[in-house]
Structures are given as C-alpha cells and as structure tokens.
C-alpha cells in the first residue's frame, strides 16, 4: 500500500533529525575539542582583553558608526533633495554619486580616501582614522541613504503636499512641516538596518592602520591576537558586534511592525 | 460694484494629448453656492483645482476677488489661504493631531500664536460638531469625522470662500449626512462655496445654481429648480436620467 502524504511527511522528519544526530555525534567523535578550545577560547586571553575591549575598541566603533552615519544623513538628506530637484544637472550630479559609491566596494572608498588622497594631493585628512570614517563611510552611507530617504519622501501620498499648498503653506514648509515627518516614519526601520550595517563597516577601518588608541573592535581583536598567538580575541570581537547589533536589528523588528500596525 | 469671488475667462488645461478643459467661462459671486456636476472625466474636479492653482491652466485667466492668479508674479501662496479646499480624500495630516491639523498653518502661514490659534481651532471644530475628538489622530477617526476636521481644519484659515472637491465620495453612505450638515450649515452662514458633487438632494436644496459640465464645457448652468427639473439641453436631461 502507498504511503499518505501524511505518512511520508512523518518519514521524511525523521530521516532529517537522524541526518541531524549523526552529523552531532561525528562532530563529538571527530574534532579535537581540546585545540578548539585552546585556539578559540582561551580564558586567559579572554580576561586580558578587558576592560580596553569595552572601554575603548566598542566606544571606538560606536564612535566611527555614530560620526559616518552622522555625515552620512546630512549628505543623504542633501542627495535626496537634489535627486528631486527641478534642475536637471542637480539630479545628474547626485545619480552619479549615489550609482559610483554603491557600486564601490566600501573597502576601496576607505583605501582611497586613506592613501589616495595623501599621495595625490600631499594632504592628510585631519582628524585621523576619525576623519577617514567620516568621509569614506559617511560618504557610503550617504549614498545609501538617500536613495532610501528619497523613497520615503516619494511615498507620501500626493494629496499630503496639495493639502499643505492648499492651505498656503510654502513648497518649503510643506517639505518641512508636513512631508518630511511622515517620509521618516517610513524610513526609520531602513535606516536603522543602515546603521546596523554601517557598525559593521567600520571594522574595513583596520586597513586605514590604527594606533592603540583608535582601534575598534576589528583592529583591536586582530592586535590582540597576533600578540596571544590565538584567536580567542576575534571570538571577543564577534561577541561584542552582536551584543551591539542584536538589539537594533529587534529594535527594527519592532518599528517595522508598528509601522504596519498605523496603516 | 465689488469684484466677483471668482471669475474665470476661457479657461483651458490639457494633460499632455488629453485636453480637458476646453474653454470655461464662470463667475461665482460673494455668498453664492454653486454645485458643479457632470459625468466622471468631464473635467469638474480639474476645473477646482485650477481655481487655487493645484492644477496650472494651460490658457485662460482666473481671477479670485479681482486677483490674476494666472499671472506669474501672482503670489499664489497668499491667495490660497484665502481659499479653503476640501478634497475627496480628506488629506488630513497623519502624524499629526486634530488640533495641530488645525494650528499647523494658522502658525506657520498667517504667524498666528499658539493661543489665538488654538483658539480659532476649538470655534472650528465646534461648529463641525468635533470639539470631543480635538487631541485624536486622523488614524482614529471615521471617514466622516475626518472631513469634517478637514472643512474645520480649512475654516480656520478664515477664508473668503471654500471649494469642495467631490467631498462625501469616499465616505460610506451612512457618514454622509454629518458632512453635508456641516456644509448646508456653512452655506446658511453665507459663504462663498463651489462644491463639485454627486448629490444631487444637496444641490437642490442648497445650490443657488448647478453647473452640468460634459467633456471640457459647461453645457448649461442655472438654479436647482429649473436646471434639475427642466433642462434645456438634451446631455444634461440624459445625465440627470442615469443618476436620479
């Protein structure tokens, strides 16, 4: 007799959960659980790392986020507009920035920026590895971001803005008062996933070269390794990213459904 | 004599290929009602939304109380908050309370302060009959009480004259009484309305004149009691046919 779809449903869960027991036990049996351990986890260089993993290679990063993303909204903000702008070379302009630095892997950006522009003009970016974070993530950013805001403002429905006109209020004021505070809300989630990306991003710092001082967690985790010739440190590294980014990511979670809720 | 509210000479707007309206000729008077109708697509609503320029007329001149808002150094922006607008979707502003719905331009365009604002709102919504929903958002209102917070909302601005675009379209039939009170009440106060409709109880009984507009024109314009019960041309009689 041929089986239920039922019954072959039942079958086929338990062959996976076998699949599934087998791979464990081999793993058991077959790793060297005591080298995974001594590579990885190492107490020792577990506690040497602190407290200067949280007190300066986490602020770091934090810091590098919050300055790009800082640069990166304004820019954003002034991409979008021009993007929308009567003018056509305003939009040319924009479209061209907004196309090449999303197409650039962000760890060239970082390269140009860094070592381009100090060969190429004898100039160093003031500021340090701060500056660099500025201009080469904040500039990414930017460009990320504004085709996100100019989306946000996009879909605000029209009737919005002819309420706004209809009452007097400026193409300015409408922008300001009336179009903008509904296009955030819109744009908030994406945004923070921007951020959430963009703390991420900063770890292409390293290649910039970092003193004790500036380090983030990229760079820190990787001085920190070659020194306890073990890799515990980027495990601390790791750790550390996700403690920062999962609260966001379920804080996006959160947003996205509230948004969906007010519609 | 004082100049007429709106008066309109040969008022043309073409979308691209599409030429909507096609010539329109109209005064509406200080304290006149007059109830624009017509099939769907024949250019009422277009017609409206020229009057305070939403809409940018392809030719022709539209004077409100003697001012060329055609000319291109008309400050267009002053002469809408003389013009209160009603739309089909409400428009109210989201994010925003009824209150502030209300204030928001009062602040912003007129540079009324906070108090005399607020002030000016509670009048308003009182005599739309929505003082109970003044800290509500749009979200947590009816269809009808939207529209009713959206004439308030343009009342506030004090203008001269109010136009209605198709306003109880997108309501459900058993909110549409409260919103046409509210304009049979405005009306009785005296104001100067234009309202493009589809009700046809209200145009008689409120209108001092209907315009049937088909195709880009004003076919025949006259009061309620002979343009609804004895039309004159033979469009206007087949309009009133399918709909009455």
Not at chain 2, 39 to 55: A, F, M
Request: glycine fraction near 6%; proline fraction near 6%; hydrophobic fraction near 50%.
């Amino acid at each position: 007799m041929p089986a239920s779809p039922r019954q072959r449903q039942r079958r086929l869960r338990i062959s996976l959960y076998a699949v599934l027991g087998l791979l464990a036990v081999a793993a058991v049996f077959v790793a060297d659980w005591e080298r995974i351990r001594f590579n990885f986890l190492r107490w020792d260089t577990f506690l040497e790392m602190f407290p200067q993993v949280i007190s300066q290679a986490a602020v770091n990063t934090l810091v590098y986020t919050l300055i790009a993303f800082g640069v990166g909204i304004v820019l954003a903000l002034i991409l979008a507009f021009m993007r929308l702008a009567p003018v056509a070379p305003l939009r040319w302009i924009s479209t061209v920035y907004i196309e090449a630095l999303r197409s650039v892997p962000a760890l060239v950006t970082i390269l140009l920026v860094a070592y381009g522009i100090p060969i190429a003009f004898q100039w160093r970016i003031p500021g340090g590895l701060y500056g660099i974070a500025a201009i080469a993530l904040g500039g990414v950013a930017g460009a990320y971001m504004a085709e996100t805001i100019r989306a946000g403002i996009e879909a605000v429905p029209r009737g919005q803005r002819e309420a706004a006109r209809s009452l007097g209020m400026r193409p300015s004021q409408a922008m300001w008062w009336i179009i903008l505070p509904q296009a955030f809300r819109i744009i908030v989630p994406p945004l923070t996933n921007e951020f959430v990306l963009l703390i991420k991003d900063t770890s292409l710092l390293y290649v910039a070269g970092s003193t004790p001082i500036t380090r983030e967690l990229t760079s820190f985790g990787r001085a920190q390794a070659q020194t306890s010739r073990n890799a515990t440190p980027y495990i601390v590294a790791a750790l550390a990213y996700v403690v920062i980014t999962i609260p966001l990511t379920w804080l996006v979670r959160r947003l996205e459904r509230r948004n969906a809720r007010s519609r | 004599m004082t100049n007429p509210a709106i008066k309109i000479d040969s008022l043309h707007k073409s979308f691209g290929d599409l030429h909507v309206l096609r010539g329109i000729d109209l005064e509406v008077h200080e304290g006149e009602v007059v109830c624009v109708i017509g099939p769907s697509g024949s250019g009422k609503s277009t017609l409206l939304r020229c009057v305070n320029r939403l809409e940018d007329p392809t030719s022709g001149t539209i004077l409100i109380e003697g001012e060329d808002i055609t000319d291109p150094d008309a400050d267009v922006d002053a002469v809408r908050t003389r013009i209160g607008m009603v739309f089909q979707q409400f428009n109210l502003f989201p994010h925003l309370t009824v209150l502030r719905n209300l204030t928001i331009a009062q602040r912003k365009v007129l540079g009324r302060p906070e108090s005399e604002a607020r002030r000016i709102a509670e009048v308003n919504l009182e005599r739309v009959g929505m003082i109970d929903k003044i800290d509500a958002y749009p979200a947590h209102l009816s269809g009808g009480q939207m529209q009713r917070a959206a004439i308030a909302r343009a009342l506030s601005m004090n203008p001269d004259m109010m136009l209605f675009d198709e306003p109880t379209s997108a309501l459900d039939p058993e909110l549409v009484g409260e919103v046409l009170d509210v304009m049979r009440a405005l009306a009785g106060e005296g104001m100067t309305m234009m309202v493009v409709t589809h009700e046809m109880g209200f145009a008689r009984e409120v209108a001092d004149r209907i315009m049937f507009m088909d195709e880009g024109l004003v076919v025949e314009e006259g009061p309620p009691t002979q343009l609804l019960v004895d039309p004159r041309h033979e469009r206007t009689r087949r309009f009133l046919s399918m709909i009455l």
